[in-house]
């Protein structure tokens, strides 16, 4: 019953950090991590906090207490044919609570700095490389078997044509288990402080609030929904992932994401397909997009447990 009343009092605080948190103030800041943290997340349409590999890193920090002993995992991919994108993490247990660190970055090379001449003509006067980096160190504790607790500070940075800026945040997130039932709820950037680029201005990091929930409908199939709040607009999220019984290391997922553009809340479906050879596991998405040139997206990401 201890553990009942501790987890009612996190989704109290987490409701009234999110009532008194400034609904309509902007954020202008690009959060990385809405991209997807690896092929298997987004196989499941972007729903977090079900991990179970060191890319919880970049999730719930509060799903850490699934490392047995030790994780790395890695994920590359690039989007539109131009933006490189690709995070490591790692993860270890101890007798303390599961400690993990991961990298991502997103990055664009030989973007051309345009001048213009005396005749109105446009021109490259050199090229500049954008890159975005998030370095972040987790922690995840057991209260109990139920109830498991974790938070995250990151390190944000962003570089482009000779502008550069930093930023710090923290995480914090809870993971309830009842029966087949398994519950995630995640504040990223609690403090909601900025990216300063000193004299070039700054910009927010604006608070995430997300809820996410898990149910085994049946021994083989696992349903999950996902809402988050964030750039002062709610978006939803499903997945379903099936695990025949015939063949015991292959599982597939289906999903539907909604996510948040400059004019608009789209969203898309996703297929993904993940090999679990128990300490090795090999995860593929497919995710169909609107882009006229680049419309069909290909997921790959890598988990290693020992």
């Not at 690896?38 to 977090?48: C, D, K, L, Q, T």
């Not at 999950?224 to 964030?230: E, P, T």
Request: charged share 20%; with cysteine.
């Amino acid at each position: 019953m201890m553990f009942h009343k501790f987890f009612i009092l996190i989704i109290c605080l987490f409701v009234s950090v999110f009532l008194t948190s400034s609904v309509n103030a902007a954020t202008d800041y690009w959060m990385m991590t809405d991209l997807g943290t690896s092929a298997r997340m987004i196989g499941y349409g972007g729903v977090e906090g079900f991990g179970s590999s060191a890319d919880t890193v970049f999730e719930n920090p509060a799903g850490l207490y699934r490392i047995r002993q030790n994780s790395v995992s890695l994920f590359t991919t690039r989007l539109g044919g131009e933006v490189g994108y690709f995070n490591g993490s790692m993860a270890t247990r101890t007798p303390w609570g599961v400690f993990a660190v991961g990298y991502m970055h997103a990055s664009v090379g030989d973007i051309p700095h345009t001048g213009e001449d005396d005749n109105g003509r446009f021109f490259a006067e050199y090229n500049f490389d954008y890159k975005n980096t998030i370095v972040r160190g987790s922690y995840g504790y057991s209260f109990s078997d139920r109830l498991h607790v974790g938070g995250s500070l990151s390190q944000y940075t962003n570089t482009f044509d000779g502008v550069s800026g930093r930023g710090y945040d923290l995480d914090l997130g809870a993971v309830y288990i009842y029966d087949r039932y398994q519950f995630s709820g995640l504040i990223r950037n609690v403090m909601n402080s900025e990216v300063d680029y000193g004299s070039n201005g700054k910009e927010e990091l604006g608070r995430q609030y997300t809820l996410s929930a898990k149910a085994q409908v049946i021994p083989q199939v696992d349903v999950m929904a996902q809402v988050k709040y964030s750039y002062d607009e709610p978006t939803y999220a499903g997945g379903v992932v099936y695990s025949p019984t015939l063949i015991p290391y292959l599982k597939a997922s289906a999903g539907f994401k909604q996510f948040v553009t400059l004019a608009d809340v789209e969203d898309t479906v996703v297929l993904g397909f993940m090999l679990d050879f128990s300490d090795v596991e090999f995860h593929y998405t497919y995710e169909k997009s609107d882009h006229v040139t680049y419309d069909n997206k290909n997921y790959f990401s890598v988990s290693v447990k020992f």
